[in-house]
């Protein structure tokens, strides 16, 4: 008779870990169920046809915001400037209109200096050797410092009522700016896992090193990495003006922990290599719907900025010990 081999118990993280593997969203679909049900328990205005349309139109923002950070983390690397672009974006684009410029040149001329903001960024980060949390620290502070300067820390209004409809429009119900947001997510989606330059964005996150060696071309793929997210932090800027109907010099402020927090809750590692576009944007309506929620439930909104600190460290947290497990 053979011996028996004593089985050897699997820890609770390692089942976790294969569930995960098998249904890679399902805990963040359950998660959005679930809240989606208790708010609704506890407010008999969560689920009404204003309250969803408000919904839809506050994840739309941070889920642009998001893709742009996603690549980012992807690759290894952090963007602290999304918040300050954001900004200085929302200045840039109403003071052209305000002075005259057509609607789409003052949108297409806010994004190409955003774009070489980025460019900026990712040149401190690969030629300049300065870690991106200090690269995009800097920048945040001098982008913000750009929207102070620019606005003379005032709000701009007369706005060109064409531009502020927009964010006021649909599409069959669904507000355009959400519209906006899943287009962005699709192409998002078919640059990350279609295109070299997105396998490119996984293999400098799994080990620079390799990926230089293996014929990467680093400088242009980083470049590359922080011109995109700039850009998408400046088309959610361009989008929350359209919304707010007006530029403000402090829009965007804490943003970048938005953005941050829907990635690494959507299962982006802040080591590298890991993490979706779909997963990000689930990540952002949890975000969305957690504001939503507060508001209405009366929570103070300081206690939001709390949640969020907790979400990060949590999900690092069971990130970090899946890992080791």
């Not at 081999?5 to 098998?22: F, G, L, V």
């Not at 927009?166 to 295109?195: C, D, E, H, W």
């Not at 400046?234 to 943003?255: H, K, V, Y």
């Amino acid at each position: 008779m053979g011996v028996t081999q004593p089985r050897t118990k699997q820890s609770p993280w390692k089942k976790i870990r294969e569930i995960q593997n098998r249904f890679p969203l399902s805990t963040l679909f359950l998660v959005i169920i679930a809240l989606w049900v208790i708010l609704a328990i506890l407010s008999p205005y969560f689920f009404t046809y204003h309250n969803m349309f408000n919904l839809a139109r506050q994840t739309a923002v941070t889920a642009i915001l998001s893709v742009g950070m996603t690549f980012v983390i992807i690759s290894g690397g952090i963007d602290l400037s999304v918040g300050s672009i954001v900004g200085v974006s929302s200045v840039l684009v109403s003071l052209l209109m305000v002075n005259g410029w057509p609607i789409s040149l003052a949108i297409l001329v806010t994004l190409l200096i955003s774009c070489l903001l980025g460019l900026i960024t990712g040149v401190a980060i690969y030629d300049a050797k300065v870690p991106p949390f200090i690269a995009t620290l800097g920048m945040m502070s001098a982008a913000r410092g750009v929207a102070l300067m620019l606005s003379q820390g005032r709000t701009i209004t007369n706005i060109p009522r064409p531009f502020t409809q927009f964010a006021q429009s649909t599409v069959l119900g669904v507000p355009s700016l959400f519209i906006v947001s899943v287009v962005v997510a699709i192409v998002g989606i078919f640059i990350l896992n279609r295109t070299q330059f997105g396998r490119n964005v996984y293999a400098i996150g799994s080990s620079k090193e390799v990926a230089r060696l293996s014929g990467i071309n680093m400088r242009l793929n980083t470049y590359g990495i922080y011109v995109l997210s700039a850009a998408l932090s400046s088309l959610a800027g361009i989008l929350m003006t359209s919304r707010l109907a007006s530029g403000i010099p402090t829009s965007g402020q804490g943003d970048e922990m938005d953005a941050i927090a829907s990635v690494v809750i959507g299962g982006a590692s802040l080591a590298g290599a890991e993490g979706s576009i779909l997963g990000t944007m689930i990540g952002a309506l949890i975000m969305a719907t957690l504001r939503n929620g507060f508001n209405l439930l009366g929570i103070d909104p300081f206690w939001m900025r709390i949640a969020i600190g907790i979400l990060i460290v949590l999900a690092v947290f069971v990130d970090q010990f899946r890992k080791n497990d």
